[in-house]
């Protein structure tokens, strides 16, 4: 079992940067891969980003050089910077660990509009 719980996410002026942040309530090094989906209204969810346990990490291209994802393996947290905002980043975004299922946050909203 592998809770997931996201914050961070809120209302920023496009061009804006916000942190998304995933505490984790196992250990990270557990986990086969960490990843961060968004799913916009009437959207399918997508792939935003992920890292693998030996911290390989792979972007959707949509977000490549804006969007970084990382961890704390101390803290069991896991981070997405999100710089140079659009409105189409608009989603919830979602939290996500895969040890033989997926697991899932709850989500946090995103709205990027001027």
Partial sequence: QVQLVESGGGLVQPGGSLR???AVSRS???INRMGWYRQAPGKEREL???ITRGGITNYADSVKGRFTISRDTA???VYLQMNSLKPEDTAVYYCNGNIVRDYWGQGTQVTVSS
């Fill in 20 to 22: 998304l942040s995933c």
């Fill in 28 to 30: 990270i090094f557990s």
């Fill in 48 to 50: 935003v980003a992920a």
């Fill in 75 to 77: 803290k069991n947290m």
